[in-house]
Nanobody
């Protein structure tokens, strides 16, 4: 399994960024895709999750209403649209996947992408 995250960058507070995670290596129809983030000296935090099949989506409290997770099954890609960004959203963002059941805990995910840095300036 390979996960390739992209789309990070520098943005001003209030702005938007769109992260992508391209997945390959197997059929993901029974998998969960999650986005996590880790700021310096902080624990890795759940951001959003989605099933590869069905309509279920999940969000961390700090991003609910501002971030939207979606998927493009034809491209095996999961998108994280981030709006109304705040300086506290600054972190390295990782995509990860695990089989079948949803989890908010990073240590329950089996495969990880390399991370993409998001910096929000005030």
């Amino acid at each position: 399994v390979q996960l390739q995250a992209s789309g990070g960058g520098l943005v001003q507070a209030g702005g938007s960024l769109r992260l992508s995670c391209a997945a390959s290596g197997r059929t993901f129809s029974s998998y969960i895709m999650g986005w996590f983030r880790q700021a310096p000296e902080k624990e890795r935090e759940f951001v959003a999750g989605i099933r590869w099949s069905g309509d279920d989506t999940y969000y961390g409290h700090s991003v609910k209403g501002r971030f939207t997770i979606s998927r493009d099954n034809a491209k095996n890609t999961v998108i994280l649209q981030m709006n109304s960004l705040k300086p506290e959203d600054t972190a390295v963002y990782y995509c990860a996947t695990r089989y079948y059941s949803m989890s908010y805990y990073y240590d329950e995910y089996d495969y990880w992408g390399q991370g993409t840095l998001v910096t929000v300036s005030s």
